[in-house]
């Protein structure tokens, strides 16, 4: 009847009171573990009111359950605190294995059995699976009995059983005996599959870490577990954390365990980085701490010998380069490390570099001019370049050197090494060496340095086409070496004139080439532009650049040598017969052309010049011949102020010219205005008058009218009449011998 009102929804403690009576009356009437016999010996034994057969009743249906029930498992260890009754301890037991209750929270239980010896499947190995990982204490002799023969536990479980066999061995030394070929067997096996954590790396330094065990194959499996660090981080919000090498570009994440991970680190320059909950990256202010499972120093100088596995590679580059030791074990690391395919190309260089410096300082100069033709000269440092540079040439690797030129200023090199450069370059190759900037600047430079070598003087004479003035200087010092320069001569004059440069320096490489070539049509344009020169510019021309011009005239005209040599000679007052014949014929066939220049009137004292010449006043400008020049003039004594514009004529190549006729005291005023692209220059304002100077005898119309003006003002009645009297009878003869057409 009692259960019948607890199926009904009754749970009122009277009703649970009555039924623990009964059953401590009858206790065989408790059969079954139902949710109301639970319940009622629950009450009971929070009471305390259960009988000891109601216990033993109770006890041995709990170790029929199949499964955990958390109300019986609290009953049963209230009941065991009250009475250590082994059957008590067994169900407690037995109901947590069935649960597959590993946590350290129940590990005192299983501790309880194993030392009450409790006979219950799996209790050892729940034992080993509830005890905290941490424990250093010897483990119970029952359960390291059992487990000589026994292995039916996990790897990470063996591996903490046997770490505590290993940690206690000094105090019992016949159990580590039992153990040892168990263990070393097991620490083998994980070693070959690279696992690693604390209890492992005990095993591994118990039984590996020694030179009289290290093999090749032991060693490459240490090598790539004796970097790993066991990182802690308290922060609750970090869920994984990443480590970046930089020599190999590489990353691994790995995700937080209870604030552990374990990390690979092999390098100095590794980066750590943190991932937190919401997927943001973190590597400052972050709290952690790190520390090898392993000792990696002394596994290091064990395993060293024997590996060349990658991660062991780069630590032994870093330790050795941040020690600054050089020795041939580490120049065999160096080497080791040039053979990593991933390895970035900053450290590929880097160690390249060290490995070169090693071989040059030792001169093992097969090495040395291995390593130097690997080296990509484009990963170089700036630092180093130079270094490397000079390596090269002294190594006669002058192709690759002279590809490095362009990242220099020859200033920053040793004068030596560039001379052996150049001389590397250029020899045995005189005779099918090729134009090349780069060798051309860089005997440019040592020319110029004052390293006159003759293939360097060779090389610039064949090639070399710059400033004029840096190639009159390498013209001389070829000259001085007795060199062959006909075609350098020609360059020179081309370049002078292509620059339009000051020409006198060249006169004497002009000399030189007209002796070999006196036909070359440089010949001429040399010529052609001095002459221009000193017409239009007034520059000063070289005398014997005119005596050229007065023989080329006797095979052919040219107006520039012509005109270049009249107007130098238009001063000259020792001229020949021949000569002043030859003038006076040139300028008319000049003026035939309309070609008039104001220093023909120089001549007017050795020959006669043509009419045209003789009553007039020239006003010449020299200007760009593309521009447009205009004079501007007036009468000083016009009542008009006025002036009056006209185009001047483009006479010769820029001279322009205005023909004024003019009469005694009565000037003319004029400025000249340039126009190009439409805008104008206006020059200063000048005056033009007649020549006082002007000889008595001459006899055209106009200088009549002049000598006539002059006389009145000096009172000269005489003169006046005389030149009266010759201008009526010129009048008179004209009019009468000539007729209008």
Known sequence: ??????????TSPVLYHEAVLVYNEEPFLLRELGEFEIQVMNYGIENKMLTKDSIVQYTYLTARMKNFHPLIFKGLTSLYEEDKREEILSSICSMLIKGLKRSNRYHKWFKLGVEAHLRITGMYEYYIYSIDNNTDHPLDEPVLLYFIYNSNISDRKKAFLYANVIKNKSVNQEIYQSYLKKMKLFALKQLE???????LALLYEEFFCH????????????SQVCFTYQLSCDNPNIVSVTVYHRELGEEKTTSLEDGKALITIYSDNAQIFFTDSYGNKHKLYIQYTIHPLLDIKKCVDIIGPYSENPLLVLYLYNSYGKNHVVTE?????????????NLKDYYRSECLISLIDYYYENRINDSLDRWLNELDIELVGSKERIKVFEYLIARGGYSKAKKMLKDFHFQDIKIKSLVDLSSGLLEGSKVDIEKDEDLLNLCHYLYQSGKEKKDILAYLIRFYYGPTKDMLSIWNGAKASQMETSR?????????????????????????????DKKNEIIKAYLIYNAYRYLVHDTPINKELLKIMREELNYGSNDFYLLAWLKYNSTNDQLT????????????????????????????????????????????????????????YRLLSSERDEYITELMVNVFNGIHLKEFVLFY??????????????????????????????????????????????????????????IMEQYVMSEYIINKCFHPL
């Open 665 to 722: 005291n009565d000037p003319i005023q004029y400025y000249i205005t340039e126009i190009e692209d439409g805008e104008e220059n206006i020059t200063e304002t000048f005056t033009l008058q007649y020549d006082k100077d002007m000889p008595v005898e001459a006899n055209s119309r106009y200088n009549q009218i002049n000598i006539m003006l002059k006389a009145i003002e000096s009172q000269d009645d005489e003169t006046l009449l005389e």
């Open 193 to 199: 599959v690279y696992e690693i954590n604390k209890d």
């Open 488 to 516: 350098f001569e020609k360059r020179i004059l081309s370049a002078s004139l292509f620059a339009e440069s000051n020409l006198r320096d060249t006169y004497q490489v002009f000399i030189d080439f007209c002796k070999d």
């Open 1 to 10: 009847h009692v259960k019948e009102q607890f199926d009904g929804g009754c």
């Open 211 to 222: 030179k009289e065990v290290m093999t090749k194959d032991i060693a490459d499996h240490l």
């Open 577 to 632: 017969e021949e000569e002043n014949t030859f003038i006076e014929i040139s300028i008319v066939n000049l003026e035939k052309k309309g070609i008039v220049l104001p220093f023909f009137l120089k001549y007017k004292k050795h020959i006669d010049l043509p009419g045209r010449l003789l009553d007039k006043s020239f006003v010449e400008y020299k200007a760009d011949p593309n521009k447009q020049v205009y004079i501007h």
């Open 329 to 341: 074990e580490s120049i065999s690391i160096r080497e080791k490390l040039l053979s990593l395919d």
